[in-house]
Structure formats: C-alpha cells, structure tokens
C-alpha cells in the first residue's frame, strides 16, 4: 500500500510497504426481475469488510503529530463497506430505456482514517435511450451520466505543509451528456 515518508525535511515521497495482515470477507447478491417481457429489474448489494490486522510502526507525514500509529483494525484504503446498484429496463420495439442509479458508501484514500482522506458517501443516477436499427446494422445511444449533478470525489489526498496539512480532491465526473453511434459493416 502507498504511503508517504519524509526524505529530507519538508520534502515526501510515496513508498510502498506490505502489511503483515490485513482481513477481508464480504458478498455479493444480485436481483433479476422480469415481471413483463418489455421490463427488466434488478439490483445488486455488496457488502465488503477490509481492514488491517496488523500494521504498526507508521507516521503519517501530513500530520501535525510525529507519533507513531498502531493501525490494526483500520479500513483498507478505497475500500467502501456498503454498495447498492439499481438497474430497470423497459424494451419498446426498437427502444430500449435504462435507468441505473447507484449508491457507494464513504471510504478513505489512505492507511490513516481520518476525516483529510475520507470521501463521502455519494449516488450516481444515470439514463441511457437506444435505438436499434433492423438487422442491429446500427445503434445510436444517447445518455446522461451523474444525472442530479452530485458531487462526489474519485480521490483524495493530504500534504503537509507549515502550519498543518492540505487536503486536495479529485472529482468525479459532473453530468455529462453523450451521443454514441455504432455501424456494422
């Protein structure tokens, strides 16, 4: 796992280190329904439990503190315990609609949970229209991706500086139209 040591004063670089342990157990279910030819319905839960078992011995850089921490029971980095996907589908001749929204519980972006590496929880609801000529010669899809315009952060990071640390983020995609056309030859 990456983690940041100082290799002269004011100055880190990210490392990779092996934890002596760390525990994961989890699942997965998935739900498909379809209640009427034209509709199809599911949804997928996963539940994921990560988290060291052992890791002693580390600092983090970005702290104010110069101790070192005992991480054992921590969450593993990037490592959101709850995630729920919800899919409907309705087919009408050559159209098909879809909407999909899915909901990730919040993670951390680092070995030390505190609140500089933790990214919310967040939603993301998408609509996709296709159009599918005869013969499936061609197809042209329209969609609309992060629907509600949610904010939510594919990174985060922190960096020490004089008077404390910087938390920095990576958004996620805002919404996003698209128009997609597919030939067959």
């Known amino acids: 796992m990456p983690t940041l040591i100082q290799v002269s004063p004011g100055v880190t670089q990210t490392i990779l280190i092996n934890a002596p342990k760390s525990e994961t157990y989890g699942f997965e279910t998935e739900i498909n329904f379809r209640p009427v030819r034209m509709l199809s319905l ?3 839960y996963s539940y994921l439990h990560a988290e060291f078992r052992e890791l002693s011995g580390v600092r983090d850089e970005t702290s104010t503190s110069t101790a070192l921490q005992n991480l054992a029971g921590a969450t593993l980095p990037q490592s959101p315990r709850h995630r729920l996907t919800l899919n409907g589908v309705v087919t009408a001749g050559p159209f098909d ?3 999909t929204t899915s909901w990730v519980g919040s993670q951390y972006y680092s070995i030390f949970n505190t609140d500089r590496f933790r990214a919310p929880a967040f939603n993301d609801t998408s609509l996709q229209l296709t159009y599918t000529a005869p013969e499936e010669r061609f197809r042209l ?5 992060n629907l509600f315009d949610e904010t939510s952060y594919s990174y985060v990071t922190s960096s020490a500086v004089s008077n404390g640390a910087l938390r920095s983020v990576t958004p996620r995609l805002p ?3 698209s128009l997609e056309g597919r030939f067959k030859f």
């Open 97 to 99: 609609f879809s909407a």
């Open 175 to 177: 919404r996003v139209f």
């Open 42 to 44: 599911s949804a997928i």
């Open 141 to 145: 899809i329209a969609r609309v991706t």
